[in-house]
């Protein structure tokens, strides 16, 4: 399907031109969708490693938790855990930034100590505290990369949106009208040609 178009010699020049940007700018587009491709995967594999990293710290925290729980009672763990809440005084705030050419909110662990590190004369909990330190951290990088992988993977999808409506639409569209144009243009002095031939054959008979 051509553009609709007057056949004529300016619109021909500004259908070349628009071409030549048309090209040029499906070549950036396609250069910038197999990079966020690249960064694509290497986010999947980053965060496939991570789930592995949390599900591995659970399951070290599960078992340490499950022989603290048969010579501590409820209370005093619960005590423990509220210590351990106040001590570091853990908070989360947004952060503007940037990754790939997309602006995102990143969440920030912050935490300070307020005490020493021995929370209990109990080596096992004094343990379990630290791993749960951990697993805050990994859970917040777990929760900051999934959203950009997720806000990657919709940039991805536009920008192949775009590729396609540049490569299979636009371009040959272009090239269509500037086709039909030419011919036009070369029927019209096919036509001229044989009007002035006419007339000069006229003018010799006169």
Do not use: W
């Amino acid at each position: 399907m051509q553009i609709k178009i007057s056949p004529n010699r300016m619109n021909l020049l500004k259908l070349r031109k628009r071409l030549r940007f048309a090209i040029r700018g499906h070549k950036l587009l396609k250069d910038k969708q197999e990079q966020l491709s690249k960064e694509f995967n290497s986010l999947i594999v980053s965060l496939i490693q991570l789930r592995r990293k949390l599900d591995s710290l659970f399951q070290e925290v599960y078992i340490y938790l499950k022989e603290i729980f048969k010579y501590k009672s409820d209370n005093t763990i619960e005590s423990f855990f509220d210590l351990l809440k106040n001590y570091y005084n853990i908070e989360t705030k947004f952060v503007s930034t940037s990754k790939f050419n997309i602006k995102y909110n990143e969440i920030k662990l912050e935490y300070k100590p307020l005490a020493p590190t021995i929370f209990d004369s109990d080596p096992y909990l004094n343990y379990v505290a630290t791993k749960i330190l951990e697993l805050y951290e990994l859970t917040i990088q777990l929760v900051n990369t999934e959203f950009l992988c997720e806000l990657l993977a919709k940039e991805l999808q536009r920008t192949r949106r775009r590729v396609n409506a540049l490569e299979y639409v636009l371009i040959p569209q272009i090239k269509e009208s500037i086709k039909f144009i030419i011919n036009k243009l070369n029927e019209f002095e096919r036509t001229n040609i044989t009007q002035l031939m006419h007339i000069k054959q006229k003018l010799v008979r006169s």
